[in-house]
């Protein structure tokens, strides 16, 4: 009861005006940045941190909540019409949404994308009212060893779910956590690596570092590839629609793909595109024609799009109530809050609780305004992929660099995010997967910090540290995962070598 | 071959990084000080660098990528530099319509009039938006 009058104060918080607006605006923007392909979420939100800098926080953040959950509507679009995914949780929808498209069936999958995305994405969000709270009060008990053991099994697990290389994941969020290092350490006061440079003493910026990695990135190889043309096939009025066999088949992946989705976004890691793999796995075990997957399969569009707009929800749990990011959109949404002085955790239910309702009463209404964006804006958004890339992207880049030089009005900024978009330009070609090297940046600080008060509270015994019942509970969870991991890559390596020699 | 080089110079980044570490106090696990974790991670960087480059030098299996335009990039690199060189002689205004046109060109978009125009009005635009919009200081 408490907390649907909790929930009911942020409706009418998220009602005003000018919260209503920084909502459709987030989820307006955030829908075209799923649309275009080149420019995925963290870079959007990164982008737009300097605009926000003038903004009542509550509004800010909850137009970076609109662009985050946003992006997911937009990424189907592209991945069904032009078998181009606009974002990396929208790959999977390529496989049978593009075969739908290639059917004539193309506005059904963007209508099933949209009302499984609107369904599941309120079955994330009501998840998220009635966990988070409680969540909030026992994470009161956690302390600097239980913080130390959620950040250490958080990267544990995040290196294994993101890229094809272990080895590669590991170096990246290695190099994040060095990169947090850079500049005034916070328990000391010492300014490390900053080879006299004041401007380093505040450290790399966490939205230069993205824009620079992400977007500079992103810009350098988009416009020296080779580009194809891309044709969008033209869409009838009836077309948009699914027919009744469609929708029928359609309703039961929906929701059970939203709980999955739930679920698994509560877990760190890139959950957007984790739960939409597991999703298509589990429709396909579930369906009864498993065969037609891949063929333009309406659950291959249904379950998967639901899963990922549920586990967007979820992730909004563990950043809310722990401050702690367990995705690189979460890691870029922390640093809108930071920037606007606001620390996310435990405490932020009780001390700014217009804040936190506010904006998950926003999530609801911004869920509404993207079905009535999407359903009859397709059209409309679908003519933005015709803008040549030779053109988009000399704009994004000054954009960026607009952005970039906005933050602490800094030339120096504008060569670093040159020297990060070099840096990301080079590991996309070879294989390093830059979120973990975002999460590292942001969780490696958490972790410093945790891991030398943990040090100092348990007067330097590591097996005190693990008689704690949460942490040790964590660490022990994070083992298990680890030994898992290791004995089934020993496995494989055994099969390998079974193999080489046979043949 | 690029993977190589990427991974060598995370490599050499990385002992250059511990080198710089150990010039920081390391501390005890009872009272850990600045050096302890930065120490740690370089230690780590390097072992981790040192496996990967090893791995990828056994390995027989090609990389595949889409092919790159290296000229274009250079030349994208050289406007990049010029744009930040110019930023604050010149001015945001000036330097960004000459930074757009030079891209739009170097993105092969044919004929001068649509390039001239595009730059003029997107470099106005962003002028105004951040200028008096948003009333953030631009040179």
Same mark, same amino acid.
């Given at each position: 009861?408490?907390?649907?009058?909790?929930?009911?104060?942020?409706?009418?918080?998220?009602?005003?005006?000018?919260?209503?607006?920084?909502?459709?605006?987030?989820?307006?923007?955030?829908?075209?940045?799923?649309?275009?392909?080149?420019?995925?979420?963290?870079?959007?939100?990164?982008?737009?941190?300097?605009?926000?800098?003038?903004?009542?926080?509550?509004?800010?953040?909850?137009?970076?909540?609109?662009?985050?959950?946003?992006?997911?509507?937009?990424?189907?679009?592209?991945?069904?019409?032009?078998?181009?995914?606009?974002?990396?949780?929208?790959?999977?929808?390529?496989?049978?949404?593009?075969?739908?498209?290639?059917?004539?069936?193309?506005?059904?999958?963007?209508?099933?994308?949209?009302?499984?995305?609107?369904?599941?994405?309120?079955?994330?969000?009501?998840?998220?009212?009635?966990?988070?709270?409680?969540?909030?009060?026992?994470?009161?008990?956690?302390?600097?060893?239980?913080?130390?053991?959620?950040?250490?099994?958080?990267?544990?697990?995040?290196?294994?779910?993101?890229?094809?290389?272990?080895?590669?994941?590991?170096?990246?969020?290695?190099?994040?956590?060095?990169?947090?290092?850079?500049?005034?350490?916070?328990?000391?006061?010492?300014?490390?690596?900053?080879?006299?440079?004041?401007?380093?003493?505040?450290?790399?910026?966490?939205?230069?570092?993205?824009?620079?990695?992400?977007?500079?990135?992103?810009?350098?190889?988009?416009?020296?590839?080779?580009?194809?043309?891309?044709?969008?096939?033209?869409?009838?009025?009836?077309?948009?629609?699914?027919?009744?066999?469609?929708?029928?088949?359609?309703?039961?992946?929906?929701?059970?793909?939203?709980?999955?989705?739930?679920?698994?976004?509560?877990?760190?890691?890139?959950?957007?595109?984790?739960?939409?793999?597991?999703?298509?796995?589990?429709?396909?075990?579930?369906?009864?024609?498993?065969?037609?997957?891949?063929?333009?399969?309406?659950?291959?569009?249904?379950?998967?799009?639901?899963?990922?707009?549920?586990?967007?929800?979820?992730?909004?749990?563990?950043?809310?109530?722990?401050?702690?990011?367990?995705?690189?959109?979460?890691?870029?949404?922390?640093?809108?809050?930071?920037?606007?002085?606001?620390?996310?955790?435990?405490?932020?239910?009780?001390?700014?609780?217009?804040?936190?309702?506010?904006?998950?009463?926003?999530?609801?209404?911004?869920?509404?305004?993207?079905?009535?964006?999407?359903?009859?804006?397709?059209?409309?958004?679908?003519?933005?992929?015709?803008?040549?890339?030779?053109?988009?992207?000399?704009?994004?880049?000054?954009?960026?660099?607009?952005?970039?030089?906005?933050?602490?009005?800094?030339?120096?900024?504008?060569?670093?995010?040159?020297?990060?978009?070099?840096?990301?330009?080079?590991?996309?070609?070879?294989?390093?997967?830059?979120?973990?090297?975002?999460?590292?940046?942001?969780?490696?600080?958490?972790?410093?910090?945790?891991?030398?008060?943990?040090?100092?509270?348990?007067?330097?015994?590591?097996?005190?540290?693990?008689?704690?019942?949460?942490?040790?509970?964590?660490?022990?969870?994070?083992?298990?995962?680890?030994?898992?991991?290791?004995?089934?890559?020993?496995?494989?390596?055994?099969?390998?070598?079974?193999?080489?020699?046979?043949? | 071959?690029?993977?190589?080089?990427?991974?060598?110079?995370?490599?050499?980044?990385?002992?250059?990084?511990?080198?710089?570490?150990?010039?920081?106090?390391? &501390?005890?696990?009872?009272?850990?000080?600045?050096?302890?974790?930065?120490? /740690?991670? &370089?230690?780590?960087?390097?072992?981790?660098?040192?496996?990967? @480059?090893?791995?990828?030098?056994?390995?027989?299996?090609?990389?595949?990528?889409?092919?790159?335009?290296?000229?274009?990039?250079?030349?994208?690199?050289?406007?990049?530099?010029?744009?930040?060189?110019?930023?604050?002689?010149?001015?945001?205004?000036?330097?960004?319509?000459?930074?757009?046109?030079?891209?739009?060109?170097?993105?092969?978009?044919?004929?001068?009039?649509?390039? /001239? @125009?595009?730059?003029?009005?997107?470099?106005?635009?962003?002028?105004? @938006?951040?200028?008096?919009?948003?009333?953030?200081? @631009?040179?």
């Amino acid at each position: 009861m408490d907390t649907l009058t909790m929930l009911l104060h942020g409706f009418s918080i998220s009602i005003i005006p000018t919260n209503l607006l920084a909502c459709t605006i987030g989820v307006l923007l955030g829908t075209l940045v799923g649309v275009l392909p080149g420019i995925d979420t963290i870079s959007a939100i990164a982008l737009l941190l300097p605009f926000s800098y003038n903004m009542d926080s509550t509004a800010a953040l909850i137009m970076f909540a609109g662009i985050y959950y946003g992006s997911k509507y937009g990424g189907s679009t592209t991945s069904i019409l032009m078998n181009v995914p606009g974002e990396a949780a929208s790959v999977v929808t390529c496989l049978d949404g593009y075969a739908m498209a290639q059917r004539g069936r193309g506005g059904a999958a963007l209508t099933v994308s949209a009302v499984g995305s609107f369904i599941a994405g309120t079955i994330g969000v009501i998840g998220l009212t009635l966990f988070a709270p409680p969540l909030a009060q026992s994470a009161l008990a956690f302390g600097p060893p239980e913080y130390f053991a959620i950040a250490l099994v958080g990267l544990i697990v995040l290196t294994k779910l993101t890229g094809t290389s272990t080895l590669k994941s590991i170096l990246m969020v290695t190099i994040g956590i060095i990169l947090g290092t850079v500049g005034l350490d916070s328990m000391s006061g010492i300014s490390r690596f900053t080879f006299g440079i004041d401007e380093l003493d505040r450290g790399f910026d966490l939205s230069l570092l993205a824009m620079g990695i992400f977007g500079i990135g992103e810009i350098l190889t988009v416009m020296t590839e080779s580009n194809t043309a891309s044709k969008v096939p033209a869409l009838r009025f009836r077309d948009l629609y699914p027919t009744r066999e469609e929708s029928k088949r359609s309703v039961v992946p929906i929701f059970r793909s939203g709980i999955l989705g739930f679920l698994i976004g509560l877990l760190p890691g890139p959950s957007g595109t984790t739960s939409s793999f597991a999703s298509y796995a589990l429709e396909k075990y579930c369906s009864k024609n498993p065969a037609e997957f891949g063929h333009g399969a309406i659950e291959g569009v249904a379950g998967p799009e639901s899963a990922n707009n549920s586990a967007n929800s979820a992730t909004m749990i563990p950043l809310l109530t722990l401050g702690i990011p367990f995705c690189g959109g979460t890691a870029i949404l922390l640093s809108g809050f930071m920037i606007h002085g606001i620390i996310p955790g435990p405490a932020l239910i009780t001390q700014q609780p217009d804040l936190f309702w506010g904006l998950i009463a926003s999530m609801y209404v911004g869920n509404i305004l993207l079905l009535i964006i999407n359903l009859p804006l397709i059209g409309i958004f679908v003519q933005l992929l015709k803008t040549p890339i030779h053109i988009l992207m000399p704009l994004v880049a000054v954009l960026t660099l607009t952005g970039a030089y906005t933050i602490n009005n800094s030339v120096l900024d504008l060569t670093w995010i040159v020297f990060f978009g070099i840096m990301g330009f080079f590991l996309r070609r070879t294989g390093f997967e830059p979120a973990p090297l975002i999460i590292g940046i942001v969780i490696g600080p958490e972790l410093e910090q945790g891991l030398i008060q943990s040090l100092i509270i348990c007067n330097g015994s590591l097996t005190e540290l693990l008689t704690r019942p949460i942490a040790g509970t964590i660490l022990a969870i994070g083992s298990v995962f680890m030994l898992y991991h290791i004995i089934h890559w020993l496995i494989n390596l055994k099969h390998r070598q079974k193999e080489t020699i046979s043949s | 071959m690029t993977e190589k080089i990427v991974t060598s110079f995370f490599l050499l980044t990385s002992f250059g990084y511990l080198y710089l570490a150990n010039q920081l106090t390391f &501390g005890t696990l009872q009272s850990p000080r600045s050096g302890f974790l930065p120490i /740690l991670a &370089g230690i780590t960087a390097v072992l981790i660098s040192l496996l990967l @480059l090893a791995k990828q030098v056994r390995s027989k299996k090609p990389v595949t990528n889409n092919k790159i335009d290296w000229t274009k990039f250079s030349f994208i690199l050289i406007g990049l530099l010029f744009y930040i060189t110019l930023f604050n002689i010149i001015g945001y205004l000036a330097a960004t319509f000459i930074f757009l046109l030079y891209l739009f060109k170097i993105s092969d978009t044919t004929g001068w009039r649509l390039p /001239l @125009l595009l730059s003029a009005a997107s470099s106005a635009f962003f002028y105004l @938006l951040f200028k008096y919009y948003l009333a953030v200081t @631009l040179p």
